[in-house]
């Protein structure tokens, strides 16, 4: 059967992916590989003291791109898009989206990216003993109940942005277990009873009435159905009228849910790093934690076991910041050069640099970074005056920044906890140049790293998945579907550590340690 004929027939699936810098959606077939996709850009914005996305974004921007999948289609394959045999929403984790009894936005939607809850985790944490991060949902609800804010006390729903969009298309309300994990401490079977009894007294004792587990998300695991395209959803998401209503959806899931699934990454031991807007690192537990860590989050894989994830707000900003620019002299110099070609060529070049990186040190933070410990974000270099200074160099310590507070997390991880994984998959935009973020990480972590042909196409892909197990799983486990239906076959790429380089990358977390002092220092004024 051709992929025209699995497209009219429905025997597709479509994962869409609203990320902090593009909304993707991917299209797989039943063989599971990609038929044809759709994008679009869009940023974030800083308004009033917090990143930020309007409603009219989100709407126009998923919208957006599931019209430039469908013209995909078209280009393609000469057909109308009109049927699809499940569906998958997912977007970046955490965040702050309370809506009043008719779903009336009452604050503007508060992103992961925003550090202002720092009061609310703190207490939290030590309240459930249980590291709380300033990102998750419950952070942000109660900061505001804190805060004595207006709005709390309308309160009826609070969701995070892949459950909102999953309930405009469906008229649901629940969240995959892992995303879930993204607002609220979760065990297997949903929120964590015991630590909601704790929170919901602290709630009531500031005067907050409602009880959490009834404004959040009911709590989904993967290949549960999650409800049916609704007539309504199917205009809002194509309005040109084309989409038919009654496909299935699947539980709607974070991009960490995402990134370990596309990258086979939810069994004991197995670990991804997912490295775009924000970088995460993922490795599935084989036993609980004896500490708890600031920097350390525990979350779930999308079938409920638990997973130590490593979370840095910062990542591929401001390398690609670096890379627009560099773009701007070659169109001063009368160049044309394609972007994709641009980034070969920087990142290619940035690997004939010194591993240490001649002495220049780079800290890519455009917004805070908790992890270590920088409040608002202040983008900063430095070097020493013996440092060899040309773009290799530079260009090298960008990259190398991108990973560096990642790292720091990581080895607490690795060194209070004895944690250990055979390999790390790695997937998302910074890996799309062949062997070279690869490369860096596995120095940096002292451990492989592996790339799938499918790296570039991130969580969208990831989340496709997940839509195809719900109709397609046979009765089997989220692991055992992954490993023998799925990635059998799938062409991998695998990168050792090498002395030099794991070398350069520790006298640049040295540099980088050192610097620290100053960067915070630059984030307060």
Known sequence: MTLKEKIQQGRTSLGIELGSTRIKAVLI?????????GSHEWENRYENGLWTYSLEDIHNGIRSCYASLAADVKKKYGIVLENIGSIGISAMMH??????????????????????????????TELLGFNMPQRWSASHLYQA??????????????????????????GEMCAGIGEASGMFPVDRNGYDEAMLEKFNAALAEKGFGKKVQDIFPKVLKAGENAGVLTAEGAA????????????????????????MTATNAVLEKTGNVSAGTSIFAMLVLEKPLKGVYPEIDIVTTPDGSPVAMVHCNNCCSEVDAWVKMFGEFAELAGIEIDKSALYELLYRNAMT??????????????????????????????????????????????????????KSGMDILFKNEQASAAQFMGHGGLFKVQGVAQQI???????PVAVMKTAGEGGAWGMALLASYMINGKGKTLPAWLEEDVFSGMEVSVLAPENDGADGFVKFMNAYTAGLKAERAASEG
């Open 145 to 170: 109940v804190l805060d004595n804010e207006e709005h709390v006390s309308c309160i009826s729903s609070v969701t995070t942005l892949a459950v909102y969009i999953h309930r405009l298309l469906t």
């Open 441 to 447: 990480l596995a120095d940096a972590f002292g451990t």
């Open 353 to 406: 640099g010194d591993k240490d990186c001649g002495g220049i040190t780079a800290y890519n933070c455009l917004s805070g970074e908790p992890v270590i410990g920088v409040d608002e974000g202040r983008p900063m270099y430095f070097r020493r005056p013996d440092s060899i200074m040309n773009l290799a160099n530079f260009f090298r310590a960008q990259l190398y920044s991108t990973m560096a507070a990642l």
């Open 236 to 259: 809002f998401l194509d309005p040109t009228g084309n989409l038919k209503a009654g496909i299935p959806l699947c539980p709607p899931e974070g991009d960490a849910g995402t990134g």
């Open 29 to 37: 077939d039943d063989s599971f590989a990609p038929a044809a996709s």
């Open 95 to 124: 965040g702050y989206l309370a809506f009043d009894k008719d779903w009336n936005l009452l604050v503007p939607f508060r992103t992961w990216r925003n550090t202002v809850t720092e009061r609310a985790a703190a207490e939290l």
